[in-house]
């Protein structure tokens, strides 16, 4: 019985090894990624200058045109990222800090990511190859309930989270495949589709009074002499409870309101997702009233 646990053990530390030695390796490749998205760009970067930066779920990375404010003179880069929610916005905002990126104005697309401050698992997975090697994201993630598992279970968070940093992933970044994430400066343009989701129902969805997230990006804009700009983006002429726009606004007044700015169908590619064309329409109107002089 003994040597049966002997042996029985000796298995566990080969494979614990196993599990460590990956661990290594698909965190070293992650820690010299560029250019396969906007996480990765960020953490390994140094210091930054920018006019302005833009934060916020798919409605910041689909509406808002960096090129038009380039052409205004305004070096700026859209770090939008479709499916992301405050949770991770507020982590990218710290990262950028603690790299001493420059900002001079942030503008947020603070909507219906208003409504939860839970982690999208699926984007909040991209920081997770840096856990250990980061006090920063370690903190962000300290009070999430499988915050154990994925920092002392080595290689666990791989494996959990494989269709985004699995071996797939781990293999396009180590040969240094771009992706298309930071094309356009971050703008990622719609087009119209004939089976576009025209229709939306947001009765039922609340902004949370005090969003801890949001609060955050606001509260690091105010440290770090940041211009904050809150904006509500638009929807299509479908929706049903758009009161809920009234309701952010009652909630949190400086967010500015943006919603009705573009309404027409044709401007959309989803009710909630403007196309190229609607998007130019949003930022020339953003441009004018916010960096016109």
Known sequence: MKRFLIYIG????????????????????????KN???????????????????LGSSRANNHFVSQMFEDKGLKTFNYGISGGHLFEASLMLKLMVERKYKIKNLILEADL???SEQQSEGISALFLPYIHNSEIVKKHFASEEN???????????YVKFDTKIGFREMFFTAIHKKSNALDNLGFYPLKKHKNGNMKNDIVNLNPLPHNKYYEEIKNICKANNINFIAVMTPMCENVVGMNYFEKVHKAYPEIHNYENVVVENKYFSSCGHMTSTGAELFTARILKDFFTK
């Open 113 to 115: 990511n208003l409504a």
């Open 10 to 33: 000796k298995i566990f530390l080969v494979f614990l090894l196993i599990l460590i030695i990956l661990d290594g390796f698909y965190t070293t490749v992650f820690l010299h990624s």
């Open 36 to 54: 396969r998205g906007k996480i990765e760009t960020v953490f390994n970067s140094k210091s930054q200058q920018y006019d302005v930066v833009i």
């Open 147 to 157: 915050f154990n598992e994925l920092y002392y279970i080595p290689f666990y968070r």
